[in-house]
């Protein structure tokens, strides 16, 4: 017993022996089972990230092409922006509030038929501004515009008079006067208008006025051939005073109407009081004024559709008579006669206009516009003239404007005559500046 208990505890630490290798064995493999889940785990949330960084990576590409695409929306806002101040800075109107004037039809000397019909070009200037709490489209209130502008005009003409009559279709008896005449006008203008309220501007403009007349006359069996008549005038102009006072104010895409009224003084030397040369009928020294008074309301119409806006109206000149008193001598047939003028009437006239504006950029536009304007016959004491005739003037007209600063505009418009007495060419230069 002795002996086994001694066997026993002999074999006791090789016993233990074995059991350590195979415990530190059965722990290996515990604890390699045990790390196993962790690296998957571990191979899982790895590629969960990497498929959220490339979800996060997509998004960050929309989000930046979502940003580009308003960044094009915001300059493209930007730019519509700066074509419609363009357009209203073309107008005219000072560029900080963005106001625009798109037609223009200054005052000028146009030629016309029979006695009294020398008088100045209806002035259809319209002016377009920006809209503001309450929409106006008139000069702002306390703003005053200096508008000084320098026209130019050239018109010519030929007639033909027959004193006598046909035998036959080549032979004529009697005289033949042809005559060609050239026709200068200069007219430099000082202009302003001023904003009473943000609805009602008052406005006046100050002409001088240089006129040049070349004629041209030759008769038959006059052995001196052609003979030249030149003749000029300078001088104040007719001043005008006017008014504008705009009737609503639009919220949505409704049109301004403005309605105006301006006077015309008779300020320039009329053609009553210069000196007729006996031997041709003509005037020594040019008028530089119509006359005669007139009175003039008129009506407009604005109305702006971005990038375009489209303007028109209608105007009625009362044009006044008086008693001019005078005497004028003249020559008929080597004759010398004498012909008193008494009361004279030069006749009311009609006008329309209508045009559009677009802007090219943010410091320029362009402007396209017709104005037509009918005349009435001049009377002499009651009585139409024998040689007075109705006269109608069309004219087509494309102006340009060019933003130099945000207070001057350099305005540059061409008009096209289409009737016999209107000026075959007239173009006008202004230079707005706000203060």
Do not use: C
Not at 271 to 282: A, G, P
Not at 330 to 344: A, C, I, R
Request: net charge negative; proline share 4%.
């Amino acid at each position: 017993m002795n002996k086994a208990s001694a066997g026993s505890k002999q074999g006791t630490p090789k016993s233990r022996a074995m059991l350590g290798a195979g415990t530190l064995l059965i722990a290996a493999q515990f604890g390699h089972a045990a790390t196993a889940p962790d690296q998957v785990e571990i191979n899982a949330m790895r590629q969960q990230l990497e498929e959220q960084s490339r979800k996060l990576t997509q998004q960050q590409q929309l989000l930046e092409a979502e940003l580009k695409k308003l960044e094009q929306h915001r300059h493209a806002l930007q730019e519509t922006r700066r074509n419609i101040e363009a357009m209203r800075a073309q107008l005219g109107m000072p560029v900080d509030i963005h106001p625009t004037q798109v037609a223009q039809a200054d005052e000028s000397m146009y030629r016309g038929r029979g006695p009294g019909s020398d008088t100045s070009r209806v002035d259809t200037t319209l002016d377009v501004a920006t809209v503001f709490n309450q929409p106006s489209i008139m000069t702002p209130q306390g703003t005053f515009i200096f508008d000084p502008s320098l026209q130019y005009s050239f018109s010519s003409s030929d007639r033909v008079s027959i004193i006598g009559f046909s035998v036959l279709n080549a032979v004529l008896i009697g005289q033949i006067d042809v005559r060609s005449v050239n026709r200068s006008n200069w007219i430099a203008t000082l202009g302003g208008r001023y904003g009473l309220t943000n609805r009602l501007e008052i406005e006046a403009r100050v002409p001088y006025v240089y006129r040049t007349d070349d004629t041209v006359t030759r008769s038959i069996g006059n052995v001196a051939g052609d003979e030249l008549f030149s003749s000029d005038g300078n001088g104040l102009g007719d001043i005008e005073l006017a008014a504008r006072y705009q009737l609503n104010a639009p919220r949505d895409d409704g049109a301004f109407y403005v309605a105006g009224l301006r006077l015309k003084t008779r300020t320039g030397k009329d053609q009553y009081e210069v000196d007729y040369d006996s031997n041709f009928n003509l005037p020594k020294e040019l008028p530089t004024g119509s006359g005669f008074y007139s009175l003039q309301p008129s009506l407009s119409a604005v109305l702006p559709a971005d990038p375009v806006v489209f303007f028109g109206g209608i105007n009625y000149a009362w044009n006044i008579k008086r008693d001019v008193d005078t005497t004028i001598r003249y020559t008929d047939n080597n004759v010398v006669n004498f012909q008193t003028v008494g009361e004279v009437d030069p006749g009311d006239s009609v006008g329309l206009n209508f045009g559009m504006g677009l802007a090219l950029n943010e410091r320029s536009s362009f402007s396209l516009s017709y104005e037509h304007t009918w005349i009435d016959k001049t009377t002499f004491d009651g009585q139409v003239a024998n040689d007075a005739l109705a006269v109608q003037l069309a004219t087509l007209q494309a102006g340009f404007s060019y933003r130099l600063n945000k207070r001057t505009n350099l305005n540059l418009s061409v008009g096209a005559g289409l009737t016999d007495d209107t000026p075959d060419t007239t173009v006008t230069l202004r230079l707005p500046m706000r203060f």
